[in-house]
């Protein structure tokens, strides 16, 4: 079923989006489209509600040209002076909700591309997932007290996947330290302790610059983290007329370096002797082989040298699931591994937690020395940048050939598509059954569609969340190449930011840059659950805004997937608080919300509804939310078994390390 | 058995467990006792539960008293547990994970729902039953049950996540 919605047609009086929040727009004889806005409203005659629409405010804000303050005339305040420094740093987009104004002001007009959306929580998993589909630095901004705390959520998820995140934050001035005089100050910085790599209130306005730099720096060097800034509106507002009466006022050249510790020669070598030696070694592309784009040399160092390779990480791609010599789907022949070479493992694993043999013998390659040999005891440990290294083992390693393991690797692969095959068919008869969609139906529909029919399985980046239909989706999506795949409870686990950082990885998608180059314009993929919908779904309005596609696929099973918890702890009096409404229509939400809506309940009207909103997205940009009738039940192992759990690690599915 | 020759072949097994427990395998390891040829090993892994490890020189047996708690005997889990250990046989696996028979034989029993594993040595490669043990245990948990329908069974008696968030 399809419910199309026509969209752009003016019909009626325009509305009056006068000033909001803050009355800095009154009085102020700006812009044409500020000027626009201040028009009275019809408030007699014609009643007809008007369709949705995007204003044209927007498109002419957005056309609007770009600005560099400097030190002449009334000079520059701090937020400008930090606004260059961030357009100096090539700061790639900026997510926010209204607030922090006069640091988001600044950053829009100095050209920085922003995106405003409906939370601050959803702009900063916008931002975490704009970093993990490029690999470049983004910032979001929350505005003091609330706005920053909607973001705590987010800014640890970012945390625990290493993004880049720069969260930027309004304070009220620094004179109402310790005497509550009107609203929202707070202490930032304690709040965001163990979930940040850097942070600073700015307290001396002239050192605006060199906080800048400090952020910086900690952002592009080392393992990338989350680096956390509030301002207080003094610092905001200062004004600098000029350049010396600001610290450290040098380039970014200057600032900091691009240099990056490179691994001794003697330790290469005797990681080469190793592998060498070994008949069946592994390697494991962490999330740095990544972050420091060193795919290619990875790429050629396996297939020099047949390893076998799992990658890791936030992201997926940066070692092909379908290549040969991926080991991402055969965990049962990981344990036959007698090397393993950890090579950007952020978020390690301990002995024991990964398929791999007790005690095997353990190489970790890593930019920072006093991690190495936590949690999981090394044999060589060496400091050293990862495409440094992987370059090195390009260059260093002998052809070689290991027929044996790449077949038994291979096999087992097959084995376990096998057994996913089988299952699927169980899982269908359940389908057939209730007339709705189990969660693993559903994936595998989802991953035909994307890699085995006439769409390009290179081209889709999907990124996915949720609980009952995360266990579906950690089996049937894949990652062929770089950033193709997001797992967005990576880590910490997080429900609902799903579509929101859907959105930044969307707009890098639609920009076209980094690794989603290839692929410019294509639509996203979401999938996730009903639950999420309550933290994201308001972000379609932001989709529809910028003109972003995505396919948002949400598992509807009525609940928090976790309801079984209620009856296994023989709690009945809990279960309510488990269940939502049933048959909620999230699609016709979606409809009102400027996307495309569709319900479906069996496979074959997903896969209609999958090409429809395909050739929605490709053609027209246009979003669509498929509301997909999922039941709760298909979680109770003793109604439908087997119930869905996590996949085994590290590889397809992977969600911890 | 001669002392001494029973005394080599303890010292062989507790070198290697000495050395599992230092490349982190396991945490907590402790040697309880050595009688009569039969030397006893407690350690705490899989789902930070503590294992006693026995080895018997007499009987020429590793064993492990308690690798799955609260399985009952006549349940499916168990059923699949016995052909997944008893598939370590098969001559279709590569060398590397076979456990050869001629150098060592795994059986596994249920006692009032404990299952156990006893490796029988053959050959007198104490070495090597030990490792092909360790390896068989590791792989139960990183494999077999979370391959297989048995979530309820994880979440209840061995206390792994349910939920992803």
Known sequence: ?657 | MAPRKAQSYLSAVRSFMEDYAKRGVFRGFNKQRVRNGVAAFQMIWHRDRVFDLIVDTKKKTILIPVVLPAVPASSPLYKDFKAFVESHHAATLPDHRRIEKTKARVRCANRRGSVSLTMAVRDDDYGYALQRLIHLVHETFLIFLTSGPYRDYLVEQLGAEAEIG
């Open chain 1, 1 to 657: 079923m399809s419910n199309e919605r026509r969209m752009g047609k003016k019909a009626g009086a325009e509305k009056n989006s006068g000033p909001r929040r803050r009355a800095f727009l009154g009085g102020v004889a700006a812009a044409t489209a500020a000027g626009a806005l201040l028009k009275p409203q019809q408030l007699f005659g014609d009643t007809s509600i008007p369709s949705i629409r995007i204003p044209k405010a927007v498109t002419e804000s957005l056309a609007a040209p770009p600005r560099r303050a400097d030190f002449s005339g009334q000079g520059m305040t701090g937020a400008q002076v930090f606004a260059n420094l961030c357009k100096d740093e090539d700061l790639a987009a900026l997510f926010c909700a209204a607030g922090n104004y006069y640091i988001i002001n600044e950053i829009a007009q100095v050209g920085i591309p922003c995106y405003g959306g409906r939370t601050e929580g959803g702009m900063c998993a916008a931002a975490d997932g704009f970093t993990r589909a490029t690999g470049e630095v983004a910032a979001c901004s929350g505005t003091e007290g609330p706005g920053f705390t909607h973001m705590i959520m987010n800014i640890a998820t970012a945390h625990f996947s290493n993004s880049p995140v720069l969260v930027l934050a309004s304070n009220q001035s620094l004179q109402q330290e310790d005497n509550w005089k009107r609203i929202q100050f707070m202490y930032q910085q304690p709040t965001t302790e163990g979930i940040k790599k850097y942070g600073k209130r700015i307290t001396a306005p002239n050192r605006v610059y060199e906080y800048g730099a400090y952020a910086f720096r900690n952002l592009k060097s080392g393992v990338p983290d989350v680096v956390h800034l509030d301002f207080p509106i003094d610092v905001a507002t200062e004004r600098f007329q000029d350049p010396s009466k600001l610290g450290c006022f040098f380039s970014k050249e200057r600032y900091r370096s691009e240099s990056r510790a490179c691994p001794g020669s003697k330790e290469v070598q005797q990681a080469i002797d190793m592998i060498n030696k070994a008949e069946r070694p592994v390697l494991i592309a962490g999330h740095g082989i990544y972050v420091r784009k060193a795919w290619d040399a990875l790429l050629q160092a396996a297939e020099k040298h047949e390893m076998v390779v799992v990658g890791s990480g936030p992201v997926r791609g940066h070692f092909p699931d379908d290549h040969r010599l991926s080991g991402s789907m055969s965990n049962l022949a990981l344990m036959s591994a007698d090397l393993v070479i950890f090579v950007g493992q952020y978020q390690m694993p301990s002995a024991g937690e990964w398929t791999l043999p007790p005690g095997v013998k353990t190489i970790r390659v890593h930019p920072v020395q006093e991690d190495l040999g936590r949690n999981w005891p090394v044999d060589l440990g060496i400091v050293g940048d990862e495409k440094d290294f992987m370059e090195a083992l390009a260059n260093g390693l002998p052809p070689k050939k290991r027929d044996s393991w790449v077949d038994e690797v291979a096999a087992d692969k097959q084995k376990r598509e096998q057994a996913n095959l089988e299952l699927n068919e169980k899982y269908l008869k359940y389908s057939r059954d209730t007339n709705t969609l189990h969660p693993f139906v559903l994936c595998k529909e989802v991953h035909d569609f994307l890699y085995k029919g006439d769409i390009d399985p290179k081209q889709t980046l999907a990124g996915w969340g949720g609980n009952m239909i995360g266990f579906g989706s950690m089996r049937w999506l894949r990652a062929n190449r770089p950033a193709q795949e997001i797992p967005c409870v990576y880590q910490f686990g997080p429900m609902g930011p799903d579509l929101a950082m859907m959105l930044g990885a969307g707009v890098a998608v639609q920009r076209g840059l980094g690794p989603q180059a290839a692929y410019k314009g294509a639509p996203v993929v979401v999938v996730t659950g009903d639950a999420g919908m309550g933290f994201s779904l308001m972000e379609l309005d932001t989709f529809a805004k910028y003109k972003v596609p995505v396919i948002c696929i949400v598992y509807n099973n009525d609940s928090w997937g976790t309801f079984p918890f209620a009856l296994s702890m023989n709690t009945p009096r809990a279960l309510h608080m488990y269940l939502f409404q049933e048959s909620i229509r999230y699609d016709r939400m979606a409809e009102e919300l400027g996307a495309r809506g569709e319900y479906v309940r069996t496979p074959e009207e997903l896969r209609a509804a999958l090409r429809r909103s395909y050739d929605a997205a490709a053609k027209q940009d246009f979003s669509t939310l498929i509301n997909c009738q999922g039941m709760k039940e298909f979680n109770v192992d003793k109604l439908y078994p087997p119930a869905l759990s996590f996949a085994p690690e590290p590889g397809v599915g992977a969600v911890s390390h």
